[in-house]
């Protein structure tokens, strides 16, 4: 049995999304500018989109570029931030450098890096990398460092050594931390896969988005904006799922990372 | 280096037992000081010239003031932390570090939160290369010997301070070692379960008489479970004295605490601790 | 040996490691000076720009519009999350739009905000109160619902007017979380500016950057890059030396 409430509190964000959707139709009703199409309207010119061969081809590509430089970052960032976490010097040698990178547009290193790499699938996966890796490798150094001393202590005494400590005590330890960097980096990917197709403008989602703009579509414009605002929020969703299920054993925590952190 | 010397005046009272024979010593304990770096140059001495011989079976508690080191003496029995100054041996061996011949409990429980119940007290037996049905059997037992039967699946965060010690105390007690480290492990617990778990405790320990060091600031759970109970000053931590606990065994608690023995132990070792925790106040 | 030092030593080594990297590409000629201007270079024309009056006035562009957003941001934010985290049923409704919203890509609302509301300073004002308000909203709504119901106890018992609670201890005690997501806000605030410049402008650092890309001056491409940067750490030092202020009756935070 499924209470009302329980229903009601699962449906929320479906709701959510129907009053945007409403807010949205009423907004551009009363507005009545041709350049602002209705939500109707938009949501109408989404099968267009996602029924053209080239525009699928456009976004798959962009999903790849993003699934490579977040698996990429994960790879690198996980095991820097935990040894950050656990080894004092190798924190105190990395940190001002982080620190320095943190507040850099990282899209904004596409033309630089275009103008080394070219325009392909390398400047923007190693783009999206650079843009990823600096929460994921934040919230690692912190899951690491917070790691209960004894709970390290109790594996030495069972004959555990260092490096297997780091593997089956830090890692499953610093899980639902590492984890939480991991949805903010999944965000950021996204975000950034957009933004750098935007500057770069040859191909991907945010290209669409672009030209639909500089060719007056208006619909499309507002449809691709859909598309990729969807994307966000079943991606998040589906890693939050994934998440749950991962860090089953471990006590609730937020329920929204903080972004960028 | 000099400090060793200088506090030998102090020394005459822990008797060191020179005359026990090292092969029966399961614990020794040698000249040990701990000094900690704080702020910039300076330094805290948080034990001073410890000397200390426990027999193998012994339960053994040790009593202090907070701040006393007596944790920081259970660590480096433990191997966790190196001493300063002089050698720890288990068996005639210096301690260099943590081993499954020395088994901690702590106060914080410090159970792996990812694994159940059943994960959590098998963890040490695969880690020494048991067969995985052979740890799961001797887990299960484990866990029924702790009162635990049925919350096998279990995991950390849905059990209670009392029975979260329960499985940490099987955890440590399955991979079978010569002693067990008890850092206050009934601290974090309410006083009616406190009650039960010191109970248990004496009597799986009655059962197998593990070498025990157990570290306390409550006199009376020292004096219930201990055969020798070794009494702390407070900064820097050195022994006042070690007290013999001459009660027989089986211990009933209600018999006990009845028993006007065991009340003067009491009575007497908390006038012993008031003389050395009058510089609580300036703490 | 002085420990502190030693630290200090340790994290300036990656740094001086990457400049040296950088210049020994040039001087060994893996990188031609086109590609890659010279670390010298690119400080000296920093240096030079830094006191033209057209550099002042790009930076100047960019300070109103991340200042403006991260301002809208910072009141709604606050207000939206002590709503939030005090009324029950401005809960309700606050959560799963925020569930929803937060996980948007905002830039991707860019050309709908250039659509609506022109390609002047509302747009970009607009885009970065979006993306620097929910790090806001979200630390202060968990600061308040974190805040000790004993101190509320306390506070009317008193004699805190139940209306005045809000303001005399939700808020301060909450201060400390609230200051967190400012700071969060504050660096992505910086970011999205730029790359909004960037992506389409008429003035402002990331425009310098478009613009010196475009005519392939490699010096000039990274110099509005490093002024943004050097912007972002300038900005959140000065945001955590406000912390440090405000919060001196806290433990450690």
Known sequence: MITPGAALSKSAPLLACIGLLCAWQVASLALQTESFPTALEAIRAVPSILGDKESLVNIGASIRRMAIGLSLAVLFAIPLGLLMGRIKGVASFFNPLLMIIYPVPKAALMPIIMLWMGVGDMSKTLVIFLGVSLPIIYHSFQGGKAVEEKMLWSGAAMGLSAPQRMLRIVLPAALPEILTGCRTGLVLALITMVTSEMIARQSGAGNILFNALDMAQYDTVFAMIIIIGAMGILFDAAFEKLRGWLVRWSKPQHDMPLSFS | ?283 | MNPALNKVLLGITPIALFLALWQSLITFGYAPVTMLPPPGAVFLRLGQQLFTSDFLHEIAATLLRLFAGFGIAVVLGVIIGLAAAVSPAINAVVKPLVRVMAPIPKVALYPALLLILGFDHASKITLVAADALFPILLSTYYGASMVEQKLIWSAMAAGTPRAQILFKVVLPAAMPSILTGCRIGLVISCIVVFLAEMITSTDGLGHMLVQAARTFQTVDMFVPLITISMLGLILNSLLHGLRTYLLRGFPEV
């Open chain 2, 1 to 283: 280096m000099k400090v060793v010397s200088l506090r030998s005046d102090v020394q005459a009272e822990p008797a060191a037992l020179p005359g026990v024979a090292p092969a029966m010593a399961m614990i020794h304990i040698d000249h040990v000081s701990q000094r900690f770096q704080t702020s910039g140059r300076q330094s805290h001495l948080a034990l001073s010239d410890i000397n200390l011989t426990i027999e193998d079976g012994a339960f053994v508690s040790i009593l202090g003031p907070s701040g006393c080191g007596k944790s920081t003496l259970l660590y480096i029995v433990g191997g966790f932390v190196q001493p300063s100054d002089g050698a720890a041996k288990v068996k005639g061996k210096v301690i260099t570090g943590p081993g499954p011949d020395r088994g901690p409990v702590f106060q914080e429980f410090a159970l792996f939160p990812w694994k159940n119940v059943l994960g959590n007290v098998m963890y040490g037996l695969r880690q020494q290369g048991v067969k995985k049905t052979d740890a799961e059997a001797k887990s299960r037992k484990l866990l029924e010997m702790v009162g635990l039967k049925g919350y096998e699946n279990f995991y950390p965060k849905e059990l209670s301070g009392g029975m979260k010690q329960r499985v940490a105390i099987a955890r440590t007690l399955a991979y079978n070692p010569a002693v067990l480290l008890m850092d206050e492990p009934f601290g974090a617990l309410d006083a009616h379960t406190r009650t039960r778990l010191q109970n248990d405790l004496l009597t799986i320990w009655e059962r197998d008489r593990k070498t025990v060091l157990f570290v306390t600031h409550s006199v009376e759970e020292a004096v219930f479970l201990s055969d020798k109970v070794v009494v702390m000053t407070r900064s820097p931590g050195s022994i006042k004295v070690v007290v013999d606990i001459d009660l027989p065994r089986p211990r009933k608690r209600a018999e006990l605490l009845l028993d006007p023995r065991y009340q003067k132990y009491v009575v007497d070792i908390e006038k012993l601790i008031d003389d050395t925790g009058e510089d609580e106040i300036h703490a």
